[in-house]
Structure formats: structure tokens, C-alpha cells
């Protein structure tokens, strides 16, 4: 893409109205903008690092045996009713009228469309399991929603839904989701430590439920350290004394009697939630299936959700530097920021194409900035957007053929002729 034609306007400054980090610094590098609090457009590259995110989420969802879907937004109040959350879930329900009087609202999570929709599927035991997911725009009238990306009022989230016709079944799948949430961060450049996997309080069925807590001091969650340094406790677990008796025996071999009143406090941001629901959800739909003894069974649930937006968000929070943001291969918005120091060299715009080329034959996403503009611009303007490679072309080098290149998260450099690439 030449930088000349894009749909993008880079600033210095960042917008009064943002106070977050990843806010500021995806607002100056014009990847997204805001609407109102809480509510983004996603511009050319923004949408780029989005859908390279949700790429990864559905390659290790489909991985697992996920089948992807997609559900409506838009719901009826009846559905919230039987479930009794239209009441419950007030504070985050954006409701409305729809036409003829009706009682509306948006999708803030899909239990109430999800299992019906699994009801019309699902008859018996040969029928099961079964695992959908989809990846879609959620609404929630978030109380405060000044962190960006990380807290939106329309949001984007993957929730999965899997229908078992046992426990058991429902714990093996449930351990196979947790591994492939790992991998995503991984994959995200937010794994080897940086996010730890989390005891969370379970609600009615389960003991627990698993949150996974990206580290950083922008962080509004509050978690405590176990001693392998990857797992995990939410704050809301601290005052259960038998859980965290339970949770100290899981992680045995780290701890002495009395260690877990030393746990390290850290902050951190959740950047998915796995639940397992049991029936609640069947039973409130009346949704059985005919097992194997001739039985009519509620199917056992899990629930499991990850947030694509505000892993950009967290990205940028995380992995960014003092010069902007720096983002991992699999979901740079580009590999290559390439650009030419003078646009009055024609030596120096003829081996520029000549690379942009080079690149796009050989594959390679590149970002290319020819346009008239000063050095230091281009420099700032490449760092600010924070592609893993910058490749820079001078009139130097252009009378010899070569190119300048620099990693952006270690800044290392080097010069390689025309055809090579630092890779
Ligand atoms: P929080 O406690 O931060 O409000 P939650 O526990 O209500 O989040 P879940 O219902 O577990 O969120 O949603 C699943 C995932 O969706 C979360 O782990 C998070 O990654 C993402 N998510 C939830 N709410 C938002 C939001 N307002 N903006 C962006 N992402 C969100
Ligand atoms: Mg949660």
C-alpha cells in the first residue's frame, strides 16, 4: 500500500478526550477513532491488526473443533426474560423499542440466542457435543468507558458454546479450550509469563471459573502471583479460605504452610473468560436430549470468551515504547514500513519501487511511504505506527543499491542489497 493514497492521518499530539495509553496512541497512529466514549471506527489499519487478531482466535477455536457461526445483535426481550436477566443485567442492557412497541435489546453475551439455537440442533446423545463460536460486535452500557479499546461500549468479542451430555465430557473440552486460549496469547505476543491463567469465582456449578489476566499496570483487575509466576488468583477468591486451600494443593511443591498470605498483588487486564454454566441455561429453556438409557437430559454448558478489541488495546498498552506502538508479525498491520528519504532522487524513488516490488512479489505486506515529506516525519511517522520492519531508502544508498534496515522492537540494524530481506 503507498502511504500517498492511504486513508490514514498520523497527529503528534493525541486527542484531549483520550486518557488511556492505548487510546493515545492508536488515535495518534490513526488506527481507530472515537466516536463517543466507548465507541470506535477502525481505520484501514486498525481493521488490519482486528482482523489479523480474530484470525488467530478462529484458526485456534476451529483448531479445537469450534464450528463457526454467526447470531443476530438484535434481540427480543422474551429470551432475556426466561432467563431472568433482562432484570438482572440491567445496568449493562442497552434497551429500546422496536417497531409495534416491542421490547428490544443488543447482545451484551449469548447464552439466551445460543441455546435455543442448540435446542433446534441437538435431540440426542449421538448429537453431542457440540462446540459454535462467533465473532461479533457485543454491546454493553459500560458504566465508565475512559480506557479505550480496553473497555468499549460496542466492543468485539468470541464467545464460544459448547453442549455436552456429560461432565466429564464438558471438563475435557473445557482443559482443551484453556490450552488454546494460551496458544492465542502466545501467538499475540502476550504469552511467555506476560499473561497468567487465573482462578475466578465460578458461580453456581463450578468451583471456578479461569480468567486470563494480561500483566501491566494499566490493568483494573487485581490479581495475585502463585509461584510458578503463571497462574493465578482474582482478589475475589482471597477471602475463600477453603478455595484457596483447594487452589494452594493444585499448585503444590511452590508453597510452604501459611506462603499464601505473601502473594505478589499485581494488575492486570482480563483479556478472556472461560465458565463452565452446568444446565443452568438448558434447564431455563426446557432444552433435554434423549441419552443413551432412553433419559431426557439437560445438556451441561461451557461458555468462552475472548476479546479481540481489547486485545489491540492491550497490545498497544503492553508492547509499545516511548516512540509508539510495536506490534508482533502475526497481527502487524504490515511486515514492511519501507520509505524513501528524498521524493527529488530519482535515484533514490527508483529503487524505493523497485523494493516495494520486490517485496509484494516475494509476499511480503508492506507499507510504503513515498510521499514529499521530511526524513525525521517518516521516521517518526514509521515508529509511531510500529511495524516489525523498517526499511529505509536514502540517496546513499540508492546509488549503490542498498537498503537500510531496523527491527522495531530491538532496534537493531543493518544493510542489505536489493533482493535480500533481514528475515
Ligand atoms: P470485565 O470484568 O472487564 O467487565 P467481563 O468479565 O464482564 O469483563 P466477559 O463477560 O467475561 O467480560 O467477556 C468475555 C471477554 O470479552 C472478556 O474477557 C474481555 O476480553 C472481553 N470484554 C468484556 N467486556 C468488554 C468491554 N467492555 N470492552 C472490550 N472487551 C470486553
Ligand atoms: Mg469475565
Redesign the pocket.
Given at each position: 500500500m503507498r502511504r500517498s493514497v492511504m486513508f490514514l492521518k498520523t497527529t503528534r499530539e493525541a486527542s484531549a478526550d483520550e486518557v488511556s495509553k492505548n487510546a493515545q496512541l492508536l488515535g495518534r497512529a490513526g488506527f481507530v477513532n472515537q466516536l463517543m466514549a466507548?465507541v470506535y471506527s477502525y481505520l484501514p489499519l486498525g481493521l488490519r491488526v482486528l482482523n489479523k487478531i480474530e484470525r488467530v482466535v478462529r484458526e485456534e477455536m476451529d483448531a479445537i473443533g469450534g464450528q463457526e457461526i454467526l447470531m443476530p445483535a438484535l434481540h427480543p426481550k422474551d429470551i432475556w426474560e426466561t432467563t431472568g436477566r433482562w432484570d438482572k443485567m440491567e445496568d449493562?442492557l442497552f434497551k429500546f423499542k422496536g417497531a409495534g412497541d416491542r421490547d428490544l435489546t443488543l447482545g451484551?453475551?449469548h447464552e439466551e440466542v445460543v441455546t435455543p439455537l442448540g435446542a433446534s440442533v441437538i435431540a440426542s446423545y449421538r448429537d453431542l457435543p457440540k462446540a459454535v463460536y462467533q465473532i461479533q460486535s457485543?454491546f454493553?452500557n459500560?458504566a465508565r468507558?475512559k480506557s479505550g479499546?480496553?473497555?468499549?461500549?460496542e466492543?468485539?468479542?468470541?464467545?464460544m458454546y459448547s453442549f455436552h451430555a456429560t461432565q466429564e465430557d464438558l471438563d475435557a473440552f473445557y482443559d482443551k479450550t484453556l490450552d488454546a486460549y494460551m496458544r492465542v496469547y502466545d501467538r499475540l505476543g502476550l504469552g511467555g509469563g506476560r499473561t497468567l491463567v487465573t482462578y475466578a469465582s465460578g458461580g453456581a456449578f463450578t468451583k471456578y471459573s479461569h480468567?486470563?489476566q494480561t500483566l501491566t499496570d494499566s490493568g483494573?483487575?487485581r490479581v495475585y502471583v502463585l509461584g510458578d509466576g503463571r497462574h493465578g488468583i482474582n482478589e475475589e477468591i482471597l477471602d475463600d479460605g477453603g478455595a484457596m486451600a483447594d487452589i494452594i494443593g493444585r499448585h503444590k511443591g511452590s508453597y510452604a504452610d501459611g506462603d499464601e498470605k505473601k502473594l505478589e498483588q499485581v494488575k492486570a487486564?482480563?483479556?478472556?473468560?472461560i465458565?463452565k454454566l452446568g444446565s443452568r441455561f438448558s434447564e431455563a429453556f426446557g432444552f433435554k436430549f434423549l441419552d443413551k438409557d432412553g433419559v431426557a437430559k439437560y445438556p451441561v454448558m461451557g461458555c468462552y470468551?475472548?476479546?479481540p478489541?481489547?486485545?489491540m488495546?492491550t497490545i498497544a498498552e503492553v508492547l509499545s515504547d516511548e516512540n509508539g506502538l510495536v506490534w508482533p508479525e502475526d497481527v502487524a498491520p504490515y511486515k514492511v514500513n519501507l520509505m524513501t528519504l528524498r521524493a527529488d532522487d530519482a535515484a533514490c524513488v527508483a529503487l524505493g519501487d523497485k523494493v516495494y516490488d520486490a517485496l509484494q512479489a516475494a509476499g511480503v505486506e508492506v507499507l510504503y511511504d513515498d510521499r514529499d515529506a521530511r526524513a525525521g516525519e517518516k521516521f517518526a511517522e514509521a515508529d509511531l505506527i510500529g511495524c516489525p520492519w523498517q526499511a529505509v531508502v536514502g540517496p546513499k544508498g540508492a546509488a549503490a543499491g542498498i537498503v537500510e534496515w531496523k527491527n522495531r522492537a530491538t532496534g537493531e540494524g543493518c544493510e542489505l542489497p536489493l533482493g535480500s530481506w533481514p528475515w
Open positions: 466507548g449493562v451484551p453475551t457485543k454493553r459500560e468507558a479499546l480496553l473497555r468499549g461500549r466492543f468485539r468479542m468470541k464467545d480468567e486470563f483494573e483487575d487486564i482480563e483479556v478472556g473468560n465458565f470468551g475472548i476479546g478489541s481489547r486485545l488495546g
